[in-house]
């Protein structure tokens, strides 16, 4: 009976040595972003909008940005860091009004970043060129808006993060997008701050952003997978 105890014994500590060595023989690769090429991006824009929540709107004609991502593969969810953005000036705004928007993508604040949804946010075949789709969103956003209202002059900070999406170009090409607006269930938005002048009794507490930027890198837009 001690003889069959022991080869018993034996035998379930040996198939508990298997049972805990099998998961990690057995795993797969850990999913992860992949940005194809990753280094240094442009991003240009045609009309950029800033709505805030009583329905003043400061449009800018045109707006462009520069970024970098990292070597791939990442975990996320940050997939690229902007380092620049610029809005053209002046920008007008309601009762042809006219602002300034400066952004901060340095120093304290430092950059903004672009995020992917993890998991979740990537769709093989989708988005406006069918070659997949990525949703995320931006955040550490800040901007400085100066100008003036029919009642004055006014200055104001805007903090937060919007919703993006990007959209991978056609095969080899030039088109990839990443369009800003706000998704319809989305908790993200602006908050506006720091109110200064008279002019900013007419300026709301919150903001939505809208503007689609032409990505590249280089002479092409670089492509975003998840896998």
């Known amino acids: 009976m001690r003889k069959r105890t022991s080869i018993l014994t034996a ?43 009583v329905g003043n709107q400061i449009k800018c004609a045109t707006a462009t940005a520069n970024g970098n991502a990292p070597a791939s593969p990442v975990a996320g969810p940050v997939l690229a860091q902007i380092t620049t953005a610029t809005f053209n000036a002046p920008c007008t705004g309601p009762f042809s009004s006219t602002w300034t928007v400066t ?47 029919v009642l004055g002059p006014c200055t104001f900070v805007v903090t937060g993060s919007v919703d993006g999406e990007y959209n991978n170009p056609t095969a080899g090409g030039a088109n990839g997008t990443l369009a800003v607006a706000p998704a319809a269930t989305s908790p993200r938005t602006l908050t506006i701050s720091n109110k200064v002048g008279g002019g900013c009794g007419i300026v709301g507490a919150t903001a939505t952003f809208k503007g689609t930027y032409t990505v590249k890198n280089g002479s092409a837009s670089p492509v975003i997978t998840y896998s």
């Open 11 to 53: 035998a379930a500590a040996a198939a508990a040595a298997v049972a805990l060595t099998a998961p990690s023989a057995m795993a797969g690769p850990t999913a992860a972003w992949n940005i194809t090429p990753t280094g240094n991006f442009t991003g240009a824009a045609g009309q950029t909008i800033l709505t805030d929540n």
């Open 103 to 149: 952004s901060e993508t340095s120093g304290a604040n430092g950059p903004w970043r672009i995020n992917g949804n993890t998991p979740g946010g990537y769709t093989a075949g989708a988005g406006a060129n069918k070659t997949g789709l990525t949703k995320g969103y931006i955040d550490n956003i800040k901007a400085t808006v100066t100008g003036s209202s």
